[in-house]
């Protein structure tokens, strides 16, 4: 004994008579509904907050939404990109899974594609260095007392602007915490370091210093132009 399939029951428009099928009836809200996602996908977009640019490094902080991406080229001494905020990335087409705040990512000599592939918005550094050059510091990095202006801050990371004018002493103080900083505009600077070692340098614009955490010193300001520093520490 065969099963028969009954058709479906027609549906007559408003004010006609032609029948229509249920599957052929969509209303013009119901197509925007259906559009609506790839219209925002779309238009995702990275929102940008240059914050530095010279012939040494362009740094711009951005801001990730779910699914919005950025395409940086490519600088002659790579790409530099920290995380200021926990959330998952694809990278130049690897999906990296969940990074923590303050996540540090180096690319030599290509352009990189980042995009956010998490649910959450992520925040990023992101700078193209042009020039990169490295000088005896004894470890230090530039001071923030009285002189710093901080630009961002989370659990993991803290970003600073540091500017210390021509004659200015930041006096003796104490880093407890490894950070990276790049020098946006250089001058000339004596630092003096808690075993009482002096070293006079001149920090030229695009240069960028590491240290490592417990480094006290002080740092006076002996040229005739203002030091301009964006320093990164990690908590």
């Not at 490295?134 to 970003?159: C, F, P, R, W």
């Not at 900083?181 to 240069?207: I, L, P, Q, Y």
């Amino acid at each position: 004994m065969g099963l028969s399939r009954r058709p479906p029951e027609p549906i007559t428009q408003p004010g006609g008579t032609t029948p229509m099928s249920k599957m052929q009836m969509v209303r013009p809200w119901q197509w925007v509904l259906r559009l609506l996602p790839l219209l925002l996908i779309g238009n995702l977009q990275a929102q940008e907050e240059p914050l530095f640019s010279n012939e040494y490094l362009q740094a711009v902080k951005y801001q990730l939404e779910p699914g919005a991406a950025i395409d940086v080229k490519a600088a002659p001494h790579g790409i530099v990109a920290v995380t200021l905020d926990e959330g998952s990335l694809n990278i130049n087409g690897t999906v990296t899974g969940v990074l923590p705040s303050g996540f540090f990512y180096w690319q030599p000599g290509e352009s990189v594609v980042i995009k956010n592939h998490g649910v959450r918005p992520v925040a990023l550094f992101v700078g193209r260095v042009t020039a990169l050059s490295g000088i005896d510091t004894g470890g230090s990095t530039l001071a923030k007392v009285d002189y710093h202006h901080l630009m961002h801050e989370n659990s993991a990371v803290e970003m600073y602007r540091v500017t210390i004018p021509p004659g200015a002493d930041t006096g003796q103080h104490h880093h407890t915490r490894k950070g990276v900083a790049f020098v946006v505009s250089g001058g000339k600077a004596r630092v003096t370091f808690a075993d009482g070692k002096t070293v006079v340098n001149e920090f030229g614009d695009g240069v960028a210093m590491w240290h490592e955490e417990e480094l006290i010193h002080r740092l006076v300001n002996v040229g005739e132009s203002t030091i301009q520093v964006l320093d990164i520490e990690w908590k």
